[in-house]
Structures are given as structure tokens and as C-alpha cells.
């Protein structure tokens, strides 16, 4: 009775959740201690103080018919205005509330961008290993992914096999920085070369293609590497942010869109944007938690907690033998899998009751994921099973 | 720069909206207390103490990273239970947890639900005067709405034109019940024939059809009339409910989906619904909000206020001349214009600063809707304005 689209989707249903659900049924089986679950990336640092405090502030305060109101399908004006001009003292940008559209989380602010502007046929291109919903993202508009292999251990996009694939059926390029699954950050240099080539093939094609730069992880970075902000290297930028991980508020679904001044048709596109944030059913995003990230633009959750997981599991998993890259960003470590088929990896982890995803679910098979958003004793519990499985698979680390 | 789709949707921006956002500039220029803005179901009852007491007592004492975390895309299990429970209580229904999911809002459990079922170029039947934005909900997954014409006066369903429109074609049906705009309540003996229809087209064509029942004024009813629970006569029924009306909290985008387990295929519908959910972008209901109205289903806003404006307002209109039906549910008036163009009508209640939206864009033209969800003074100081439009129009009424 389900249609024709959904039919794949509800076969391969996302991997990632069905771990997520294997990982609730192992806890109950064998207590939540006993399991551990780097399948999903949801956050174990609270949310910053002055969040609860301002909701409750909120909820005792303001008329109540106004704050769990209607209001126009872009958010309270106010709020946005508070955002642009957050995003103006940090970046040096010069956005003002007409620029920003609250959305329902990030994937909503994609959903949105991709219909305001998709066409079917129509390209979008991403850089491999890439956030597995893209696909599904482009698919709901009939348009086509097309991926970037990356360079080989950097995990940085190989920009010549980017340059070949933008045709003139490309009509955006979605990019994530920091990127989830690996934690790299793309440089400055690498999206001022990206910026050039895409000016270069928009007027050797007389096209407008644009970047929708999907930026949740923006405020989690352990380095001293600076995220670009890409609206200020190239104008056609739709940026999709969300105070899930920042904020630790992934279950309230809030975020934003930038439709900057500067971008092709903006007025129409960011009409255009708004317009599908009500057809396709959000209509607004949720209207306390719009008000609560205003009042804490200045605040962010205590990152230095997943900063620890990730100095443990990879300096861990290195002197077992494990071949991976030390995270820049994000709580994902990416490690390749001793085998190349990982989906035998991920299954030999499980049985150590160490619950995984497979980089196949990113288009980047023969590696897996390991979201590090977990309390530290998980980390330092689930160790001893990382090293009876590189053990199993004879690996030679500077610490086995 | 936009899709084809989205370039109509962007010229004829909802006229909903429109006019709330003009409303929004002649407050400005005139002073809120001089608009009579009746163009938006924006609920003017605040919400039920206790969905304050209950969001601020989650807020202070639930573990912050579970109560703003991810979940279930179809959202916390216990508040699936609560709301199967309540409704096995209230209605006589058999649900549990697994057949309700969490959406972000009404319009987004439509989404899901159409997203779920429809292939390019089925077709969905909907009853006129409908909630504009169905013809949009319909076309995001390239399906085709038809429209059933209502019995000319009492806005019921007409059956027979019902019952030709449906062919091998016809996927699903929306039925707003009460309705909006016109605040009729379609009744059990209407209910059980759209179900007899239903089940014996089936049986001819061979296919199978379902009901998507727009739930969202269930609990919004000035008279004695039962509103059907639609699941209980078809077993193909979808429920889409929304907290928006009943709780005022519109903003908050938080409803559900109910799937129930005699509907064709139940269980891999409702695994489409949910993966709907995700892939559209909302990804999960808001997560305190969720808790909150789960603590709160014995609440709703004080309708009795809705109930004192649809009096007056109905009685004033029908003294100056205006032919309206006293609506049973809902709180929207539909008033027949004047003159055969309704947007004559709409422009020259404008001059007198009252905001109406023309019958045109629910697919009928020749009415106007007006909600009463306002504050009871801004009807009183909105009658003379009324009275001068209607003498305006020659009109003959008991009062004027």
C-alpha cells in the first residue's frame, strides 16, 4: 500500500537507527552499562544552564497566547534579528533578520533550500563520505546525488573529480564542515578553490548552481582550524545551522536557514524557502525553543567533555593497531575497518556488545563510524572489548 | 532561481498569510485595538494552566540530555502509550504506543501520511470548502487533488458527486472534520455513507483507499454534535491530530499520526509514516513538548470563550443582513458576500479595517471565512464596521 519511494526506504531502513533500536534492546538485556552504543549522534553533554533557565523564564513570563503562537512561517522576527546580528559580530557578515529563516532543525532547513530550488532531474552534488540522509533529502525533490570520492586518508574532496562532475544539470552542492562521518574540517583553501571552480563552470555553463553548506557541527572543533564561513567566499550560499549539537537540543528541532543578500533571486529564493517550510508541514519552527536560542547565542554546551572522548577512543584504538584520523570536529571518529568488507567488522563489534555504523551508510564502504557523544565511562569501558577485537583480527598496535 | 513548483506557489502566496502580514502593518499605523483582524486561526485562549506547571516542572527536574535528546522518530514511547490510552478511554478505540506517531504539528502527520501512500498522479479526494493548503500537501508528492462540490447551503458533502469521483486512481480522502472553514460537523449518518462508498469502490476497483482524517478542532464543539471517530466505521483511516487548537499551542507544532493496526498493510504504513517523518526533515515531534501535552490530556484551552464570540458575532452578522451558517465547531464563520465577487467584499470590509479571508482560496468563491479566535473586544469594536459595510450593500436585516 506504501508508495513506490517509501518501498526502498522501509526495506534498507536507516542503519543507523536500527542500531539505535538493537542498542535500546541489548541495554535492557544486558543493563545500559554493559552496552556501548557509538551508532547515533546524539548528544551526552547537557544543554548550557542559562537554556533551562531561559525556557523557564519564558514560560513564567510572557503572554502565553504569544509565545506558543503563530507567527510568520520564517520565526519571530526578533529572533532572527538577534541571530544576524550574532552572526555579524562573530564572522563579520552583514546579515539582517530578513536573511534568516528559523527552521525545524537543520534537515528541515536542507529539505527547505532543496525545495525552493530543485527541478526534477536536477544534480546535487556532495563530497563522500557524506551525513547518509542527503540522498533521501534530493530524492523527496526527484533530484540526483552525485558524490566526490575523497582523497585517501585525508578525507579531504579530491577537487578535480569535482570539477568533472559539475554538468550542466548541477544545480547545488551540499557541503558539511565539519563533516560527519569523519570529523575532518574542509580549509580555507579547500572552499576558496571549490568557490572558483563553481564561478568558473556557472559562467562557462550559464547556470547558477549553489552551495547549501549544512553546518551543525560549526561550534564543535578541538583544534585551532577555522570552520570557513562560506557566504563571505562565495555568494550563491544557502547555510543550514542547527542548536542540536551546539546546544544539546536535538530532540527540539531548532535551527535556521541564511538566504544571504548576495545570493541569485534572494528575495524570491528566501520567499521560496519559507513557502516550503509551510507546505511541507512544519509551518514554523517551534516557537518556545525560538526565543530560548536567542536569549543564548553566547552560549554553547561544554564541548571539552567530548574533546577528552576523543583524545581516549583514538589514542586507544591507535595502540590497538586501528588505522583512523584524529577528528578535527564533529564527535565522529572514522576508522577503517580491518577488513574489507566492514559490515564484518561492525558485526564482530557487536558481539563485544560494541555497537557501530557501517561507512557504507556513507557511501564509504571498508570504514565505520564512532560517535564519541557518550559519557566517558562508556569509552573507557568499552576499550577492553576494542582490543580483544583488533586481537581477533591480529592487528599489531604500538599497545597490544 | 526556484523549482517550477515552488515559482506558483511563490506568486500566490498564501493569502492567509497575506493578510495576517497586513494586518501585522495596519496595526502599526492604526493601533492594534483599530484592526479587527479575523484572517488567521491564531487561538487567543492561552493554553491550560497546567501545560505551564507541567513544561516547567520537566524543565527543572527531568535529566536535560534525555528530555531535549533524540528518540524514536516516532517519538517517546511512554507518550505514545498516554495518548493510545486516553483515546482507548474517550473513544472506545484499541490503540497502543504502536500506532501513534508523534508529528511536528497537523500538517506535517499529513505530509507523512501523503509522502507514505501516494505515487505520481494518484489521486486524493477532498470535500470544498477545504483548508487551502491540501492542494499543496497533495502536489509535494506529485499527486492530484479532486475536489468533492458541497450541498449549497448546509456545507455538507454532496455523496453522489463523491461517490462518481472515485476511480481506479483514488488513493486517499481528506476529511476536515469539524471543518474549516465553514465550522460544519460532519455527522455519523454522513460518516457511515462516505465509509459504505468507500468500501464498495474498493471492492469494484480492486484497490485500496484511505481516509486521512484532519483532526485538529476535534475538541472545539459549541453544541451537543458528536464528531465521529472515523477509525471505528473505516479500518483504512489515518488520524492526524494537532495540540494547536485544543491547547492553544500553535507555534509549538505538536500533534500526531495514528496508524491503526486494521488499516491495509498497518504495520509497514506506519514504518513509511515514521521514516516520512525523517527524511522530510522534522526528524522527530518536539521533544518537551511532547512530554508536556502528554501530562495534559485531560486539558483544553476554556473554548467557552470561542463559544461567546461565535454568538455574537453570528447574531450581529445576521441583524446587518449577512447570510451565514451558525458554525457547531471550529472558529471560523463562513459568510456568504454580498456581491458575487468575494474579494469586492474583502477589499471594502478592508476599508473598515476588518481582515477576512476570501472563500477562493478554500475552492469557494462567492464567501468569505472570518475566525473568531480573537479577543472578544475586537468583535464588539468590529460590528459598526460590519454595519456600515453591510448598508454599504443595501443589505435588509432585522437589526439594521
Known sequence: MISEKMKGLVRNNSVIRQMFEEGQRLSEEFGPENVYDFSLGNPNVPPPDRVREKAVKLLEEEDACSLHGYMNNAGFPEVRSKIAENLNRRFGTAFHSGNIMMSVGAASAINCALKAILNPGDEVITFAPFFVEYRNYVNNYDGVLVTVEPDPGSFQPRLSDFEAKISAKTKAVIINNPNNPTGVIYREETIKSIAE???????????????????????LVYTDTKVPFITKYYPNTMVCYSFSKSMSLPGERIGYLIVPDE?????????????????????????????????????????????????????????????????????????????????????????????????????????????????????????????????????KGSGV
Open 263 to 395: 545570493a541569485a533571486d534572494a528575495e524570491e529564493l528566501f520567499a521560496a524557502a519559507t513557502i516550503a517550510n509551510r507546505v511541507l508541514g512544519s509551518v514554523n519552527a517551534p516557537s518556545l525553543f525560538q526565543k530560548v536560542v536567542a536569549e543564548c547565542l553566547e552560549e554553547k554546551a561544554d564541548i571539552s567533555f567530548y574533546g577528552k572522548n576523543r583524545d581516549t577512543v583514538y589514542e586507544a584504538l591507535k595502540n590497538y593497531g586501528f588505522d583512523c584520523v584524529l577528528p578535527e570536529g564533529a564527535f565522529y571518529l572514522f576508522v577503517k575497518s580491518p577488513v574489507p568488507d566492514e559490515k564484518e567488522f561492525v558485526s564482530e563489534c557487536k558481539k563485544e556488545r560494541i555497537l557501530l555504523v557501517p561507512g557504507s551508510s556513507f557511501d564509504c564502504p571498508g570504514y565505520v563510524r564512532l560517535a564519541y557523544c557518550v559519557s566517558h565511562e562508556t569509552i573507557l569501558r568499552s576499550l577492553p572489548g576494542f582490543k580483544r577485537v583488533a586481537e581477533h583480527y591480529g592487528l
Open 197 to 219: 571552480i563553481l564561478t568558473r563552470k556557472m559562467r562557462e555553463l550559464n547556470t547558477e548552481i549553489f552551495i547549501i553548506s549544512d553546518e551543525p557541527y560549526r561550534e
